[in-house]
């Protein structure tokens, strides 16, 4: 390869596929990395300071106490949330940042927020240092194998590219989110030599858990530990930071040409017990004060082949994970995947491939498929079986379950891309028969049909149509059925440099358990996937504003109005009115 523009020769990749790509690769010798200069580091070096602050216009219960004043409000903070980052980054060598944010209904500067902003992060990462690969100091993400021993941070599931099945990561990430109890707090080092990288790191922070009761030894107990990261409440703050969890562990990895093979092992310590639930459903659980997590992993490239898997140990059982992908011919690409994860299987931080929320009581066989049968046709589709050994919640039995979605694309040219989505789902969950003690499982099948269109009118103008139909139908009941148009317009002015974004999306469902989540442009830093249910439309718009090469502005409206309902949300967050209004503000400055 000459240029990376003669990717258009490959069968398959688009133009906007291509266009993803280029800011990621290069075509040409790798270069070797030079010694670090410090003068070069301040030469070179940018920093970038993002601002940001969005709320919600209508008040909810939570921030109203009564009008003599005499009960007061159970969020002590106001309804803004608030969001700072600095960030200093020189190449891909020197990485040094801080964040801090403040959640709606936190206190500010007073009460148990008396420092300002509720959570703090900071961190200092360099990479390729002679023999030091990367360190960080502060608080960092690990990411190891297939994600069963040990990975934090966020990690793509199921979804609608079959093909993404093994995971390849960077062991050693620095921290900059705001997920408050997801990160490491302390050092980590990774150090290569030869074909092998050795990483060893050690953390000590405390983490939010739900507090239960004080043991006869003096010591603490507690049911679960909490990652919603909101201390709002009097309860929500009594749990803040209220377990110490420490945690020392390495990695050792050898890279061949074709192998890659890794050993992980990590303990943690708790200053509290965590105690096992006594719902029937929980009878495996951890308990305990301290839990140690070991894994071995590999991955083997085999020509057209890749093979990737982990076996793990946690809570005295073995959990184990093997994927494969390969080339089935010119057109066409295959991915298996099989897992078991023991219903005693406890892994502290693991985010592996499967269908429910936790890594554990679950066993499943999974194959995907990408087929280009003729030029601008593209057939996706993956058969995903999976059963749940031990009881589950809502699930008074052992279950079963499978999962199938099958998209076919077609692009045209490059203006014009369409999809065709359908999946289908069945689970086991138990009787909503109040006649029974004993539940028995009965079927639920989710049915989904998706039609989405994409035109690009020209170089300053873009939309997008989305249709999705669901059907969710119980044995006992009638089927819940949902439906949701939305139209976005993204225009790129020529005059000033400005994009606007917006969408107007009618939804009408029977039910939640219909709901249709769809994905929403955000600004930095943020991720939206809203749930719509019941009947109304939502609508926002967004225009980002580049004032100069040093200065960018967000300002984004939305709107959710329902038609068959007065009030919205529940509990603290109940607000008395058929509509919601939403703004946001972000400022991003580069210097």
């Known amino acids: 390869m000459l240029s990376i523009y003669e990717l258009q020769l490959v069968y398959g990749f688009a133009e906007e596929t291509i266009s993803k790509m280029i800011p990621y690769v290069i075509v040409g010798k790798p270069v070797a990395a030079q010694s670090l200069n410090f003068k070069d580091v301040l030469k070179y070096g940018r920093t970038e300071i993002t601002l940001s602050c969005h709320r919600t216009i209508e008040e909810s219960k939570g921030y109203a106490g009564n009008d003599a004043g005499q009960v007061p409000p159970a969020y002590p903070g106001n309804p803004w949330h608030y969001y700072a980052k600095a960030a200093f980054r020189s190449g891909d060598r020197v990485d040094l940042g801080i964040t801090a944010e403040k959640d709606p209904g936190e206190s ?17 990462m360099a990479r390729d240092i002679g023999m030091l690969k990367s360190f960080v100091a502060g608080d960092y993400r690990l990411q190891f ?15 609608s590219l079959p093909l993404n099945v093994i995971k390849r990561q960077e062991p050693v990430k620095k921290f900059s989110s705001t997920e408050e109890n997801n990160l490491f707090r302390g050092m980590a080092l990774s150090l290569a030599t030869g074909k092998f990288i050795f990483t060893g790191f050690f953390s000590s922070k405390h983490n939010d858990a739900n507090i239960t009761d004080t043991l006869d030894t003096g010591m603490n107990s507690f049911s679960a530990f909490l990652y919603n990261g909101s201390h709002r409440t009097r309860a929500e703050t009594t749990h803040e930071k209220s ?5 020392v562990g390495a ?23 965590l105690e096992k639930s006594e719902k029937p459903y929980k009878a495996f659980d951890f308990s305990g ?21 982990e076996v793990s140990y946690g809570n005295d059982a073995f959990a184990t994970l093997h994927s494969a992908v390969f080339n089935a011919g010119k057109y066409t690409s295959l991915a ?31 194959l995907g498929t990408v087929v280009h049968p003729a030029p601008h046709w593209t057939v996706s589709a993956y058969a995903d079986l999976y059963r749940f050994p031990w009881l589950r919640y809502q699930a008074s039995a052992p279950s079963s379950g499978s999962d199938y979605l099958a998209t076919l694309g077609f692009a045209p040219d490059r203006n014009i891309e369409m999809q065709l989505r359908f999946k289908r789902e069945r689970s086991q969950e138990n009787s909503v028969s109040e006649d ?10 989710y049915t989904g049909l998706r039609y989405h269109f994409s035109y690009r009118v020209s170089d300053m103008l873009q939309l997008r149509t989305r249709l999705e139909f669901v059907t969710v139908k119980k044995e006992e009941t009638d089927p819940d059925q949902g439906f949701m148009f939305y139209e976005d317009v993204v225009c790129h002015f020529r005059k000033i440099p400005a994009i606007l974004y917006f969408r107007y999306a009618w939804f009408d469902t029977d039910h939640y358990s219909s709901r249709i989540y769809i994905y929403e442009q955000q ?6 996937g809203t749930p719509l249910y019941d009947e109304g439309y939502r609508t926002y718009i967004m225009m980002r504003y580049n004032c100069t090469n040093m200065l960018s502005c967000w300002i984004r409206l939305a709107r959710t109005s329902y038609s068959d309902r007065t009030t919205i949300g529940t509990g603290h967050d109940e607000i008395f009115s058929s509509k919601k209004h939403e703004i946001k503000f972000q400022v991003v400055i580069r210097i």
């Open 108 to 124: 500010f500067f007073r009460d148990s927020n008396p420092n300002g902003f509720d959570f703090y992060s900071a961190h200092f």
């Open 145 to 159: 194998g297939q994600g069963l021993t040990l990975w934090n941070g966020f990690s793509p599931g199921k979804s």
């Open 243 to 247: 377990v110490h969890v420490s945690a």
């Open 251 to 273: 990695n050792i990895t050898f890279r061949g040409e074709s192998l890659k093979v890794g050993f992980t092992g990590i303990n943690y310590r708790f200053d509290s017990y």
């Open 289 to 309: 004060s301290s839990l140690f997590n070991a894994g071995l992993d590999y991955m083997l490239t085999l020509r057209n082949i890749q093979i990737a898997g």
């Open 336 to 366: 298996v995947l099989y897992r078991y994860f023991p219903a005693s299987f406890f892994s502290l931080y693991s985010a592996a491939f499967s269908e429910g929320s936790g890594i554990s009581n679950e066993s499943g066989f999974y």
């Open 436 to 445: 029974q003690y004993v539940k028995d499982l009965i079927c639920s099948v």
């Open 523 to 528: 600004t930095l830093s943020s991720f939206t």
